[in-house]
């Protein structure tokens, strides 16, 4: 989901998440934008969630004083089980890297934090 304002860096990075996600994921909540503070008040987390089915969820946000931020969380039986908020630096998205021929777009990706 978007959060309340979004760059273009938070925009590229919830696509590039969204193409991992493959088949599973829920396109609706990436086109609209919405007024959510996940670590304040949950509950539109929580009723998205069981509205489409989602146990994963990630917001992302910029403002100000914490520019180009990402809150991914996860959810069951309804409620947040817990939430993770970092800060986004140096992004590249998966267009910029050059892909060698033995990989398929099948493949699981890896994340390094």
Do not use: W
């Not at 089980?81 to 493949?107: R, V």
């Amino acid at each position: 989901m978007k959060g309340r304002k979004s760059s273009q860096t938070i925009n590229d990075l919830l696509k590039d998440i969204q193409l991992m996600k493959g088949r599973e994921r829920v396109q609706m909540l990436v086109r609209h934008t919405h007024d959510i503070v996940p670590m304040e008040d949950p509950s539109l987390i929580e009723n998205q969630s069981v509205k489409y089915d989602c146990s994963l969820f990630v917001v992302g946000n910029h403002q100000k004083k914490r520019p180009d931020n990402l809150v991914l969380g996860r959810v069951f039986d309804g409620h947040v089980l817990d939430m993770f908020e970092m800060g986004i630096k140096d992004f590249k998205s998966t267009n910029q890297f050059e892909a060698p021929k033995h990989i398929q777009a099948d493949m699981k990706p890896i994340l390094i934090f």
